[in-house]
């Protein structure tokens, strides 16, 4: 009785094809086509794919995505203040380049700065159509819109040189999402701040606020980390100095994005990792509420 051939193996998912290499996983032949390297050996599509699906995607120590590491919102925030700045630049010729303050190294008013920054009540339009305009008015958007304007290019690119380096350590660290929020909330803190304490009929606008909300959470963070404070607290000691020292910079608003940043950082970094997202998500969205409140009880005073 004579005995059948043995025949090789072929891959399970090209029969044409004769392979001696079986998946990891699940031991079913695969071809050269087929082969997906694995830490020990080689496993097939469908294997690879059920461990994506089951497998935790890998989070920040404050339970970020990782995502964070490539810096994009960062680079988007910066595109969208320097598309801000083009738009009030036409807006408002060469005074919006320069020709202000600081000897003439910052910009003047545009009618773009004058609709978004931050303003509590002032009376001011074309001649015969004066109008009362202000956050006092019904202008809330203005809280939002100051922190990504800016008064002439120097100002802008000083603002932006401070956001590229801060604010890719924090996205890196915290994760996209969580640091558009600190950005965002920073920011809105800093306004408020300045609504609630600079002169009512007074202009203000820079994405300073959020800036240095970047600052203190920085430190927030290496706290948190238990690592040293030494390479930011100088930065935060001469930026304050600075907004004490040098004229026609917002000292409540600088101040107010200083502590707000504080406030979410602490929020982000302490809250307990068995119900991390519910603590951060409330928690930031405690600070939104009471910031708004601080801003509806200003205007109740004003009107």
């Given at each position: 009785?004579?005995?059948?051939?043995?025949?090789?193996?072929v891959?399970?998912?090209?029969?044409?094809?004769?392979?001696?290499?079986?998946?990891?996983?699940?031991?079913?032949p695969?071809?050269?086509?087929?082969?997906?390297?694995?830490?020990?050996?080689?496993?097939?599509?469908?294997?690879?794919?059920?461990g994506?699906?089951?497998q935790?995607?890998a989070?920040?120590?404050?339970g970020?995505?990782v995502?964070?590491r490539?810096?994009t919102?960062?680079?988007?925030?910066?595109?969208?203040?320097?598309v801000?700045?083009?738009?009030?630049i036409?807006?408002g010729?060469?005074?919006?380049?320069?020709?202000?303050?600081?000897?003439g190294?910052?910009g003047?008013?545009t009618?773009?700065?004058?609709?978004?920054?931050?303003?509590?009540?002032?009376?001011?339009g074309?001649a015969?159509?004066?109008?009362?305009?202000?956050?006092?008015?019904?202008?809330?958007?203005?809280?939002?819109?100051?922190?990504?304007?800016?008064y002439?290019?120097?100002?802008?690119l000083?603002?932006?040189y401070?956001?590229?380096?801060?604010?890719?350590?924090?996205?890196?660290?915290?994760?996209?999402?969580?640091?558009?929020?600190?950005?965002?909330?920073?920011?809105?803190?800093g306004?408020?701040?300045?609504?609630?304490?600079?002169a009512?009929?007074?202009?203000?606008?820079?994405a300073?606020?959020?800036?240095?909300?970047?600052?203190?959470?920085?430190?927030?963070l290496?706290k948190?980390?238990?690592?040293?404070?030494?390479?930011i607290?100088p930065v935060?000691?001469?930026?304050?100095?600075?907004?004490?020292?040098?004229?026609?910079?917002s000292?409540?608003?600088?101040?107010?994005?200083?502590?707000?940043?504080?406030?979410v950082?602490?929020i982000?970094?302490?809250?307990?990792?068995?119900?991390?997202?519910?603590?951060q998500?409330?928690?930031?969205?405690?600070v939104?509420?009471?910031?708004?409140?601080?801003?509806?009880y200003?205007?109740?005073?004003?009107?």
């Open positions: 009785m004579s005995e059948s051939p043995v025949t090789a193996p891959c399970y998912r090209h029969p044409s094809k004769e392979t001696y290499v079986r998946c990891t996983r699940c031991e079913r695969i071809c050269p086509d087929c082969m997906n390297e694995a830490s020990v050996g080689h496993q097939c599509p469908e294997c690879v794919a059920q994506r699906r089951t935790r995607p989070r920040t120590a404050f970020g995505s995502t964070g490539a810096g919102a960062t680079k988007a925030l910066v595109g969208i203040n320097v801000v700045m083009l738009i009030s036409m807006s010729g060469s005074n919006a380049v320069a020709g202000g303050g600081w000897g190294l910052l003047g008013s009618p773009l700065t004058e609709w978004g920054a931050v303003l509590g009540s002032a009376a001011y074309p015969g159509d004066v109008a009362l305009h202000g956050i006092a008015h019904g202008e809330w958007y203005r809280l939002f819109t100051a922190m990504f304007l800016h002439g290019v120097l100002h802008l000083m603002n932006m401070a956001l590229w380096f801060l604010g890719r350590d924090v996205e890196r660290v915290l994760g996209t999402a969580r640091f558009v929020g600190l950005y965002l909330l920073a920011g809105l803190g306004n408020v701040a300045a609504y609630l304490f600079s009512s009929n007074s202009m203000t606008a820079g300073s606020t959020a800036v240095f909300g970047m600052m203190s959470a920085i430190f927030v290496l948190r980390l238990n690592l040293s404070v030494a390479p607290l935060i000691v001469i930026n304050v100095v600075f907004t004490l020292v040098i004229s026609n910079l000292v409540a608003g600088h101040f107010g994005g200083l502590v707000v940043g504080a406030i950082a602490a982000l970094a302490y809250a307990p990792k068995e119900r991390r997202n519910l603590v998500g409330v928690g930031c969205a405690a939104l509420v009471i910031l708004l409140l601080l801003a509806v200003h205007t109740l005073s004003l009107t």
